[in-house]
C-alpha cells in the first residue's frame, strides 16, 4: 500500500443495525529513525520510514454509512458478520480523508485507556513500555477530514541494565 493511501477493508455488522468499517493507513514519521544506521541505509523501504499501518473502526447507522461511502450490508446477517472492502481513497464533501494519530500521556487517558493496557504503546507485542517523561503513552487513531494533524510524544530512552558478572561460588571447605 502507497503509504499516502488510505483504504476501508472491511465491514462488520454490530448491534442495533449499525455498520461498523475498518480504517487503515499507513503513518509517515518524519524522522522515525534519525540516528540509525540502519535506517539511513534502508530510507527508500518503507519498513523504516513508516510507523506501520494503523487501523480505526468507526460505526454508524447502515444507511449512513451507505449514502457516505456506498458501502451496504449486503450478506451481513448476524452482527459480527464481516466482509472484506477494497475502497482506497474515499474522498467525503469532496474532500480526502486520513487517519490522525494522537499520542497521550497517562494524566490524558480516558477510561478505556486506564484499563486496558493493550492501548499503551510499547516495543513490540509483549516488549517494554514506552514512555515520555516518565509517563506511560496511549494512542488514538481518528479519521479527519483533509491533512491530518498527529501528535507524536518523544520517547524516553529505553531502558538497559547492566549486566552483572558471574561470580563462581565459594567454597566453604578448605583443603590444608
Known sequence: MDRKDLKITRARLVANNKLELQFEQAIQRDGARPQSILGLMNKSDDAFTTNGNYHCWYNGPTADVAALFGVDAEGLVNVKDEKELN?????????????????????????????????????????????????????????????????????????????????????AEVEV
Request: proline fraction near 6%; glycine fraction near 4%.
Open 87 to 171: 475502497i482506497v481513497n474515499p474522498k467525503v464533501q469532496d474532500q480526502d480523508i486520513n487517519l490522525q494519530i494522537t499520542e497521550v500521556t497517562e494524566d490524558y487517558f480516558n477510561d478505556y485507556e486506564k484499563d486496558n493496557a493493550s492501548a499503551w504503546k510499547s516495543r513490540g507485542a509483549n516488549g517494554e513500555l514506552i514512555k515520555h517523561k516518565g509517563k506511560k503513552i496511549a494512542i488514538r487513531t481518528d479519521v479527519v477530514l483533509g491533512a491530518p494533524k498527529h501528535i507524536f510524544l518523544e520517547a524516553d530512552a529505553p531502558v538497559t541494565v547492566a549486566a552483572q558478572p558471574v561470580v563462581a561460588p565459594v567454597s
